[in-house]
């Protein structure tokens, strides 16, 4: 019989969870997942999962050797570059297959008027400079370089309730959990008068409806481009993920 092979996948989006899910009907394959633990309640996969970090690329790599994984698929966010660098050293280190499955990114349509900067600081100085009511949609740990700006009212999107105040001067918080869609986007925008949408560019259909919003309403939308990540073989999509690794379970 052949022997038993176990896959770690580092999760913390959708993709993951649907990851760990198909692959766990493969034959020969058992999975274990990880998350950050950045999230009180997050979506659980199917089968083993563990939480909290490795302790860098060493750990990892002592992680991998030590619970017998045998490949290694990053399904993290694509602006989560520390783990997936550390993944890439981690699995260079300990001579193992990794894959990453990241979504697309995001692209303009030819009448979209987006603003691209390279970091969420920059995001900050450019929403001043395109609006007054401003949507924002980069996640609870990087709302830093929107605090103390009285010239801007926020509305911040976040996932889960914060438990400490998050030290924005005028505005307000609204928690929800994609998918979202856009007739419901277009109504909340439209509600708090927004004239200025910020991203980051996650890709996905999930949470893509803002992106329709903004062009239905004709808002400039400033959105934050991906960070740099090691060169590691890549694929967009779960089937091809799949299939991945399909070919090393023979
Ligand atoms: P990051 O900056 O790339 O990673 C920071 C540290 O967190 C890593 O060095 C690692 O700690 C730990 N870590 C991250 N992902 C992990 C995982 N899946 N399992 C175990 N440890 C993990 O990560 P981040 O941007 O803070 O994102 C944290 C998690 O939230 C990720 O799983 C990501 O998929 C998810 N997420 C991120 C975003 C985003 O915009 N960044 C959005 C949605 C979801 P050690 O060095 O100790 O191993």
């Given at each position: 019989m052949a022997e038993l092979r176990r896959l770690l996948v580092l999760g913390g989006t959708g993709e993951a969870i649907d990851l760990a899910a198909r692959a766990a009907e493969l034959p020969g394959l058992s999975i274990v997942s990880s998350l950050a633990g950045r999230t009180r309640n997050p979506r659980m996969p199917e089968g083993d999962f563990r939480v909290g970090g490795f302790g860098g690329a060493d750990g990892l790599a002592n992680y991998l050797r030590d619970e017998g994984i045998d490949l290694v698929i990053?399904?993290?966010?694509?602006?989560?570059?520390q783990i997936t660098a550390n993944a890439a050293a981690a699995c260079d280190c300990a001579a193992r297959p990794i894959l990453a499955l990241r979504r697309p990114q995001w692209r303009p349509e030819p009448n979209d008027h987006w603003i691209e900067v390279d970091t969420v600081v920059e995001s900050a100085a450019a929403a001043g400079e395109h609006g007054h009511r401003v949507f924002v949609t980069v996640g609870r740990t990087e709302l830093g370089p929107f605090r103390d700006r009285p010239d801007l009212w926020l509305l911040v999107r976040l996932m889960e309730a914060a438990l400490e105040p998050l030290g924005i001067a005028d505005g307000l918080t609204v928690v929800a959990r994609g998918p979202f869609d856009a007739d419901n986007e277009i109504r909340l925008m439209t509600e708090h008068r927004i004239d200025c949408v910020v991203t980051k560019n996650s890709g996905g259909d999930a949470t893509y409806a803002k992106i329709t919003a903004a062009r239905a309403l004709g808002l400039p939308v400033i959105t934050v481009r991906r960070p740099a990540i090691p060169q590691i073989d890549a694929v967009e999509t779960i089937d091809a993920a799949i299939d991945w690794l399909k070919a090393r379970l023979v």
């Open positions: 990053d399904a993290t966010h694509p602006f989560a570059a």
